[in-house]
């Protein structure tokens, strides 16, 4: 058992705890914040702490150069500051870019934005993340990835497109942001150099210690934000847990038999594999328990997630349904998952860490920093006074690190480059040698991306039974080999068909989607707007195609995506005459359908 029955006497965050900033000088602050739900987005953005600083805010970030800004998570800074800045007319002749460390929080947030500006999102209002441009000509509040930005800088060193760069979330120190602060900082001394439009930079972060943030870019003043945090409730087991796991699922069923259905658990675990076995579990549980409990709606939250399942955080649960968020350290601080009563923090983390002896970067289960712990218990009280079940003893929370050991020092060096290690670069010169630099190549190349292959828990049984066909008894490289030449084979020519190239007329290539697409196609209408030929639907050009400014008369997509509106992506120039040569029988029962 994690805890007694009787728990231990309530400790509270007290005024003055290092990164809850309950100000009594102004009780307005501690104001409950109306229930979530119930009240519009434009009044949610006024009740916000951040909103009664607005003015000085805005005031005080216009004469700088450099701000950093503190405040807890949830305050406000991420979705807020940007909109003050644009709507200051500060920086508005570039694009004000804001980073983040996740992809998750850099959609979500960009979506929020959106919608609170009530603006369609790709608009103003974008986004970019690896493989997802949703922005255009138009975008002026850009959120993205660190990696992204980063990218970007190696083309355009001076980030000349950027009036200002908001690097946020900076308290987590990730490989990406800290490399930024240097890239930001030359870019912004370059172009006072080069008389170029100035490049505002602000720093934002959830956690205390930031002067090392203000020092570096030439003392720069620190804002401080006023949270609005309800007390927390800490409780520590009496003994130390020898099986974190454990000690997690008896809490979450211990709160599930005594809590109200809507009191949401957030359980702070370290990777995807327990993650989604304690979730089996769970539900597994739940299904045997008396009526009297209710059911539970177990969701799972780590990086490797396919990014649409990672939104259904956000979903509220079914009414009468406990959601249990099973999550890494994604949900520290970078998002707000609404409902968060409990939070179970079982106080370890996954960390890289990089051994210089061995040349090795080793995944590795550590125990949290206390900056980490405050920050996970936080999560409990954003909307109401909530309560943290620490897995661990109290004497064991004093014993841990103050900070976290930024990505910067714990990653190898190539890691930090964006090279591939000494090690492999090694293997790949002397390839030639052994007349094998293909195979090394495409090795070097699998392994130099997070994994190649998805495991889909429910199908856990069905890709063990596929993947064992390309198991090579020497090893793993040689199965990714195998698999890799399986693909090529398979896709590259999987009827024996012959491989011919048009060269660089691509009218056939597009002729030939037009025959196997012909259902995909939509019609510019003369209002401007489009419609699908198969379901007479609207649809609209998704922001991210490069035919977004174009007016194509005739388009197929590869893709519909439905937010605020349908979106076609990946689109295709086509003939209308190719469609009707492709299939004119199904275009002549349409044209019946539709006179009829
Ligand atoms: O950046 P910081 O943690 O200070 O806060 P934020 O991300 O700007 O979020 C401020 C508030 O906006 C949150 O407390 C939520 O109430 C709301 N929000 C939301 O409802 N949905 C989002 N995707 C993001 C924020
Ligand atoms: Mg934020």
Redesign the pocket.
């Known amino acids: 058992m994690p805890r007694d029955p009787d728990p231990p006497p309530a400790k509270r965050f007290k005024p003055g705890s290092p990164f809850f900033r309950l100000d009594k000088k102004k009780p307005g602050m501690l104001l409950p914040r109306a229930g ?1 739900a119930a009240v519009g987005v434009d009044t ?1 953005r006024k009740q ?1 702490p ?1 909103y009664q600083s607005r003015t000085q805010l805005i005031n005080q970030i216009r004469q700088l150069h450099n701000a950093v800004f503190i ?10 500051i940007p909109q003050y800045l644009y709507e200051a007319g500060i920086g508005r002749q570039g694009i004000i870019g804001i980073t983040q460390p996740r992809r998750v929080a850099a959609i ?2 960009a ?2 934005v959106a919608e609170e500006k009530k603006v369609q999102l790709g608009k103003l209002v974008g986004y970019t993340v690896r493989f997802e441009d949703v922005t255009s000509s138009e975008t002026k509040l850009k959120f993205m990835t660190d990696g992204m930005l980063l990218r970007e800088a190696i083309g355009d060193p001076l980030l000349l497109r950027y009036t200002v760069v908001i690097l ?1 979330e900076a308290h987590e120190r990730t490989v990406h942001t800290d490399v930024l602060f240097g890239v930001v900082k030359a870019a912004q001394r370059k172009r006072t150099e080069q008389n170029k439009i100035p490049l505002k930079v602000v720093v ?1 972060s ?1 956690t205390m210690d930031v002067d090392l943030f203000s020092q570096y870019f030439n003392k720069s003043p620190v804002l401080y ?1 006023e949270g609005r945090q309800h007390p927390i409730q800490i409780y520590y087991t009496k003994q130390s847990q020898s099986d974190y796991l454990q000690a997690a699922l008896v809490s979450i069923f211990q709160i599930h038999q005594e809590a109200p259905a809507s009191h949401d658990i957030l359980v702070f675990m370290t990777g995807q594999e327990e993650i989604e076995a304690l979730a089996r579990t769970c539900r597994d549980i739940s299904k045997h328990l008396p009526e009297s409990c209710g059911p539970m709606t177990v969701v799972p939250l780590y990086a490797s997630l396919p990014p649409a399942q990672q939104l259904r955080v ?1 979903q509220p649960a079914p009414k009468g349904s406990r959601k249990v968020v099973l999550s890494t350290n994604i949900a520290e ?1 970078s ?2 998952i ?1 409902g968060i009563k409990y939070v179970i923090d079982t106080g370890m983390v996954k960390a890289k860490r990089y051994n210089p002896g061995s040349g090795l970067e080793v995944l590795a289960v550590q125990r949290v920093s206390k900056a980490q712990a405050w920050q996970r218990s936080g999560r409990a009280g ?1 909307e109401d006074a909530g309560s943290c079940y620490r897995l661990y003893t109290e004497e064991e929370f004093d014993n841990l690190a103050n900070m976290t050991v930024p990505e910067i020092q714990r990653y190898g060096p190539h890691t930090v480059c964006r090279v591939c290690s000494s090690a492999s670069a090694q293997t790949l010169l002397i390839s030639p040698e052994f007349s094998c630099a293909e195979e090394v190549l495409t090795i070097i190349s699998l392994l130099s991306v997070d994994s190649v292959l998805y495991n889909p828990p429910a199908r856990r049984d069905d890709v063990l039974a596929v993947r064992k066909k390309f198991i090579s008894s020497e090893g793993d490289h040689m199965t990714l080999l195998n698999i890799y030449r399986a693909f090529k084979k398979v896709s590259g020519n999987k009827m024996n068909m012959k491989l011919e190239s048009s060269l660089s007329d691509l009218t056939n290539v597009r002729r030939c989607l037009a025959h196997g697409l012909f259902m995909n196609a939509a019609e510019l209408q003369p209002d401007g707007s489009y419609v699908a030929l198969d379901t007479h639907q609207h649809v609209a050009i998704h922001p991210s195609s490069v035919l977004f400014q174009a007016k194509p008369a005739c388009v197929l997509f590869s893709e519909l995506l439905h937010t605020s509106r349908c979106y076609m992506r990946d689109l295709c120039l086509v003939d209308a005459d190719w469609l009707q040569e492709a299939a004119p029988e199904y275009f002549r029962r349409k044209l019946r359908a539709t006179k009829s």
């Open positions: 979530h949610q916000l951040i405040g807890e998570t949830g305050s406000g800074k991420t979705t807020q979500s947030l979506a929020r946020d934002m959830a934000l956000f601080t998002i707000t609404s954003r």
